[in-house]
């Protein structure tokens, strides 16, 4: 199995910018996951998918973040527009029924 | 939610046992407790999980106090590679998904 991928791996933009992350998740999990990482806030719970369906998008900063899951095996998350503060890792995790997540590499955004 | 306390760091010679401690006093009687650990430039990898008894797998030890208000991860026979931040966290009770609310960690180094 290949794990959890997404790309693009490094990111650079200019303030304004739209920006979509994305994320394959492992085959056969029904929960997906999509996490920030920055110094000042550690990992941060963005939004979660469990068949595909939104389940809680608390996390979300505002407005200028969405997150989509058309299929199974798809995800997107999109910035628009990119503020500096963006800047930040993104994970994408997904897990099946069982206790544990599998953590993809991880899309280093920055956003000058 | 339930909060974990952790030390935020601790320093393990190569070869010996690192025990890592993690309060959670306030846990319910349903949670379970995770252990991940994130080493540096990569995503969180899921290390063990337990509820009352103690747990054992190929990379770790999980030892959870009778009253469940701490608990210790022991890895028996640390390497270098075992160097990251160890994040101990309380599942939420949640309907959907595996819900995981990472804090600070503990960074331990093990040194050689």
């Given at each position: 199995d290949a794990g959890v991928i997404q790309s693009p791996r490094h990111e650079v933009t200019e303030m304004g910018q739209e920006v979509t992350l994305r994320c394959k998740p492992i085959s056969g999990h029904n929960s997906l996951f999509w996490y920030r990482q920055t110094m000042m806030r550690?990992?941060?719970?963005?939004?979660?998918?469990?068949?595909?369906v939104p389940i809680?998008?608390?996390g979300m900063p505002e407005d200028r973040f969405s997150a989509k899951m058309p299929n199974a095996s798809f995800s997107t998350l999109k910035i628009q527009p990119s503020e500096p503060r963006d800047s930040a890792v993104y994970f994408c995790a997904s897990s099946s029924d069982t206790?544990?997540?599998?953590?993809g590499p991880g899309t280093r955004l920055t956003v000058t | 939610d339930a909060k974990t306390t952790q030390p935020p760091s601790m320093?393990?010679?190569?070869?010996?046992?690192?025990?890592l401690p993690c309060n959670h006093s306030t846990i319910s009687g349903n949670e379970y407790v995770y252990w991940y650990r994130q080493i540096h430039s990569q995503g969180p990898q899921y290390i063990i999980h337990g509820?009352?008894?103690?747990?054992t797998n190929e990379m770790a030890s999980l030892i959870?106090?009778?009253?469940?208000?701490?608990?210790?991860?022991?890895?028996?026979?640390?390497?270098l590679r075992?160097?990251?931040?160890?994040?101990?966290?309380v599942r939420p009770r949640m309907e959907y998904g595996n819900k995981l609310v990472f804090g600070a960690g503990t960074i331990l180094r093990v040194k050689s």
């Open positions: 550690g990992l941060e719970l963005l939004i979660y998918f469990n068949n595909n809680d998008d608390s206790y544990e997540q599998y953590f | 320093d393990c010679a190569e070869g010996r046992a690192a025990n509820l009352k008894n103690n747990e959870i106090t009778e009253d469940r208000k701490s608990s210790t991860l022991i890895l028996p026979h640390a390497t075992d160097t990251a931040v160890y994040y101990c966290i």
